[in-house]
């Protein structure tokens, strides 16, 4: 008799659950260090975390992980996709804060450093999901 539904084989997933926990690991960290803060730290007019720094990352990983994705309808090299991923994201980053250097809010190193945060996790979670589930 047939047997409907048989586990993956350990070819399929060679590194099984604990290729998933540094990402995982960072994701909580994040999420836990974005909780509110005391109302001390509100004064500071660029505080390291918050709703923007928080949007600077997100907006970092979803471009860095999508244009990691779209570059694989051009090239097989997990190399060249890496590139474009970082690339874009960090492009767009830059972008956003030299608009905002001349729109007179001026540069925030502080927004930087977020947008290599969440370009850095968007990218690996990307070559993590290609290498191991693709």
Not at 29 to 53: C, N
Not at 55 to 63: E, I, P, Q, Y
Request: with cysteine; glycine share 8%.
């Amino acid at each position: 008799m047939a047997r409907i539904f048989e586990p993956p084989s350990s070819r399929a997933f060679p590194m099984g659950c604990a290729t998933f926990r540094l990402p995982l690991a960072v994701a909580l960290a994040l999420a836990a260090s974005l909780v509110a803060r005391p109302a001390a730290q509100a004064a500071e007019p660029d505080p390291w975390f918050g709703r923007d720094k928080a949007m600077h990352c997100s907006v970092s990983f979803a471009l860095a992980g999508n244009a990691y994705a779209d570059s694989s309808a051009f090239t097989k090299r997990p190399s060249i996709r890496v590139l474009s991923g970082v690339g874009v994201a960090l492009a767009a980053g830059i972008a956003k804060e030299l608009a905002d250097q001349y729109g007179g809010r001026g540069l925030s190193w502080r927004d930087l450093t977020w947008d290599a945060v969440g370009t850095a996790t968007g990218t690996l979670v990307a070559w993590l999901v290609d290498r191991y589930l693709l």
